[in-house]
């Protein structure tokens, strides 16, 4: 993840561009007129729809995004053009096409429910003027690219010749086409380096129906021998994705909850690729892209994933070092904001921590069970000599803090250098403040800035102090 936040890949995307737009409303009442519902609409708003989708999470990413495509000389096309540059995406490959239809679909949404969509939109291929001038753009200027995308969305951008046109001048540079695919004949796709295809239209372009390993073997081979691809790869939704190199490998999806898949292809081509320009393997790109799939699905909507969103995922499934988890005051502040946009219930507590016994254990399992994120503030070894003697503490902060963060119970770790965590918590703002139940009656440093206060008893004969006398002889 660290390697991947100081890299800013060079990503084009080539495909069907289209604005998504959402009239927003309540119903109460059917029209006179007909036996419709009458929707008052109370806002409308658009986002990047078809490949726009796809330049939008490579954006989210970090990535410098460039697009090419073909709309019409329209309204909606300028305003397309216009949402692209909003997000600093380079649009001088953007064809104009007298006539054709810029694609924009209309949603009509009332009480969280999709009553009616309309299309304005043409489905018929570009014409070969509009490809001649795509592939003259990009002739000289292909190389430029760490990856290339190409998104079919079925709209008529990519046609066979463009397909062809565009994989030929990126073998030539060495540049790596990527394919979301459309439809079931995928041979116009020949000779890119990998495509996304899901399991059903795996299914629709082999004629093999997936249904256990040798199945899916087959499948992957017959992609990859008749598209000659360099990789072949099938997503198989929850189960995750699979790939064919020199042999099968599935790596299986991270997903905690699913409440909408729509989008999840985009996020997964973008982080592919986004992944596979900063040289990460094929196991190290797919496992990335399970970790954004599983934070996007989680998502409401059409939806982008962040490589700090990613980050905090990974580090919520404890896949990742514990590194990853000791934060300083600066990400806190960040990861905090971000947990309560998404209606997470943050947890705080501190201590030093000096030796873990499983007095500690069982008081950060009691602490996590009153909210999502479990947040733990630790004294530094200056304040801990000052609180506790010149003797302690026995194990520095740096081994204390890696010890806390590989907890399952403990989400992150924040080391602090006074005596109390009292601007943590100011800074914080915790749902829940937890403390040992020796504080019953005493007052509670940081508590005007917590939602609640929690005390929880600690095991009795189990703290840092017993430990020590043990081991130095003077109890047994």
Not at 34 to 60: R, W, Y
Not at 132 to 161: Q, W
Request: aromatic share 6%.
């Amino acid at each position: 993840m660290k390697v991947l936040k100081n890299f800013k890949p060079n990503i084009l995307v080539i495909g069907d561009l289209m604005i998504d737009h959402y009239l927003w409303g309540s119903c109460e009442r059917i029209s006179p007129e007909a036996p419709v519902q009458v929707v008052d609409i109370s806002k409308e708003t658009t986002v990047l729809g078809g490949a726009g989708n796809v330049v939008n999470n490579l954006n989210a990413l970090g990535a410098t995004v460039s697009v090419s495509s073909v709309i019409g000389d329209d309204s909606n096309g300028e305003e397309l053009v216009s949402m692209l540059k909003s997000i600093d995406v380079d649009t001088k490959n953007i064809v104009i096409q007298n006539g054709r239809k810029t694609s924009k679909k209309s949603r009509v949404i009332a009480v969280s429910q999709q009553i009616l969509r309309y299309d304005k939109e043409s489905k018929n291929s570009i014409s070969s003027s509009s490809v001649e001038k795509i592939v003259d753009s990009l002739s000289g200027s292909i190389s430029k690219y760490d990856i290339v995308i190409l998104s079919d969305y079925g709209k008529g951008v990519l046609t066979d010749k463009l397909c062809q046109s565009i994989i030929e001048l990126a073998k030539k540079e060495n540049v790596k086409v990527l394919v979301d695919p459309k439809g079931s004949d995928f041979s116009k796709y020949r000779g890119a380096y990998l495509l996304t295809p899901n399991k059903k239209e795996a299914i629709l372009a082999t004629g093999i129906e997936i249904n256990d390993e040798i199945s899916l073997k087959l499948a992957l081979l017959k992609l990859k021998e008749e598209c000659d691809l360099g990789l072949s790869l099938i997503t198989l939704s929850e189960d995750g994705i699979a790939t064919y190199d020199k042999e099968v490998e599935v790596f299986p999806t991270v997903a905690k909850e699913v409440f909408d898949v729509t989008g999840a292809g985009d996020t997964v081509i973008a982080s592919i690729a986004f992944a596979l320009s900063a040289g990460k393997s094929i196991q190290e790109t797919a496992a990335f892209s399970n970790l954004a799939a599983g934070v996007v699905v989680g998502k409401i909507g059409s939806a982008t994933v962040t490589l700090d969103e990613i980050e905090e995922y990974e580090a919520s499934l404890h896949k990742s070092t514990s590194d990853a988890h000791i934060k300083s005051f600066g990400d806190i502040d960040t990861i905090v904001t971000r947990c309560r946009a998404n209606g997470k219930k943050v947890v705080f507590t501190n201590g030093c921590f000096d030796i873990l016994h499983v007095g500690h254990v069982k008081y950060l399992q009691v602490a996590k069970s009153f909210g999502d994120i479990l947040i733990v503030g630790l004294n530094s070894d200056e304040s801990v000599s000052r609180l506790k003697g010149p003797t302690r503490p026995v194990n520095i902060a740096q081994d204390r803090a890696y010890l806390l963060a590989a907890l399952e119970a403990v989400d992150f770790v924040v080391p602090f250098s006074d005596d109390t965590p009292y601007d943590l918590i100011k800074m914080i703002e915790p749902d829940v403040l937890v403390k040992g139940g020796d504080y019953e009656g005493k007052a509670v440093i940081g508590t005007e800035f917590a939602g609640e206060l929690k005390l929880v008893d600690f095991v009795d004969g189990k703290s840092t102090t017993k430990t020590i006398e043990k081991i130095q002889g003077k109890t047994c």
